[in-house]
């Protein structure tokens, strides 16, 4: 008998017909003995209504109100799911953020987990062998007393740091795919889905542009040593496929050199042309950025060829792109270049694995084959299990697919 965290997205609770369904799989895993509980997002396509709701009422919205309104999608599907399974004769409540309660910072809107109290839940187990039923994406903070959400794709994390809290032996993310692909399969159909893939490399995809999980999700997930599986609740519930389980490296025998490939279209690219060659000129150029919290990506700096003046180019994340433009050109004097040039039609190709460390002229390789197709790289970054190069959208999916069969991972 083990305890499991059940975690089930926007398309599987999508109306109560769906519902019932994921009751089905909870059922499965309560009559084999296990202590459960479940984790619920917000019907599909809720969230986006309520945001637009916050949006039309006031487009300065505060983000505390922001959080009272979005947080009310995850209430009605954790009410509905604990009805169906009360209904079907097993012992089922709900769980808002605030009653376990999940505590979080204030940052309102993209909160962070401080502190998840798994008492109540495991006297829920313990004196009535009742299934807990609870509203993912939330949280409280403890001072102000008032709701916060954990930020778009939230209830993954929420999941993941109930089942550290709870001391769970898995959590299962059930969605609407079977588990975690080589790359995105509706570019390349050959795409194959993983058995295992390592914390670390699950981490690196999903930060540079997997959409399965959340990526602070997969922080928690490493940190805790949580073994996670994304599954799909579409397959039948009394015969589901296990998915793809994320692990510790050390759980995986073979270590291809690179276990997939991610792609984002969130990056914008900025360029300062002619800036002086000089020290400290950087640090007037990301300071502001940073002091803005603009996430600054790639960093290129060219070489001079005068040895006076430079061209620095970077990525910033596309929400940020207006507002990092503007800091630049209030500082243009303080900085001190002669041109500011953008382009928001960028994308970033990454390879990851974990086998990159032991492994030579891996990048190297991906150049020329790019090269070979006319691809520009427009930027680099690397690091110990990743690169990542910055070409013109136009180009993604063609990149996407020549770095997939280059590295071996089509499908046979
Ligand atoms: N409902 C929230 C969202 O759409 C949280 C989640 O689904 O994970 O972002
Ligand atoms: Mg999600």
Known sequence: MARLVMKFGGTSVATVERIKNVARHVKREVEAGHDVAVVVSAMSGKTNELVSFVREAAPLYDAREYDTVVASGEQVTSGLLALVLNDMGIPARSWQGWQIPLYSDDAHGS?????????????????????????????????????????????????????AGIKASRCDIYTDVDGVYTTDPRIVPR????NKVAF???????????????????????VHQVP???????????????????????????????????Y?????????????DKPGVA?????PLAEANINVDMIVQNIS????????TFTVPAADYDRALDILNRAKTEIGYRALQGAKDVAKVS??????????????????????????????????????VLIDADYTELAVRTLHSLYGLDRG
């Open 228 to 262: 996670t599986y994304v599954r799909s609740s579409f397959d039948d519930p009394d015969n589901p496929n296990p998915g793809t389980l994320i692990c510790d490296e050390d759980e995986i025998m073979e270590h291809q050199v690179i276990t997939g490939i991610a």
């Open 111 to 163: 909160a962070r987990i401080l502190e998840v109290d798994g008492a109540a839940i495991l006297a829920g187990f313990e004196a009535r062998g009742e299934v807990a039923v609870v509203s993912g994406f939330q949280g409280i903070h403890k001072e102000s007393g008032r709701i916060t959400t954990l930020g778009r794709g939230g209830s993954d994390t929420s999941a993941v740091a109930i089942a």
């Open 283 to 287: 640090a007037s150029v990301f300071m």
């Open 351 to 388: 390879a990851i694995g974990i086998g990159m460390r032991s492994h030579a002229g891996v990048a190297a390789k991906a150049f020329k084959a790019l090269s070979e197709k006319g691809i520009n790289i427009r930027a680099i970054t690397t690091s110990e299990i990743k690169f990542s």
């Open 191 to 194: 795409a194959v889905r993983m």
């Open 200 to 222: 670390e490399e699950m981490l690196e995809m999903a930060s540079m542009g997997a959409k399965v999980l959340q990526v602070r999700s997969v922080e928690i997930a490493m």
């Open 264 to 276: 984002s279209k969130d990056d914008t690219e900025i360029t300062l042309r002619e800036v002086a």
């Open 305 to 312: 060829e005068d040895g006076k003046t430079t061209d620095i």
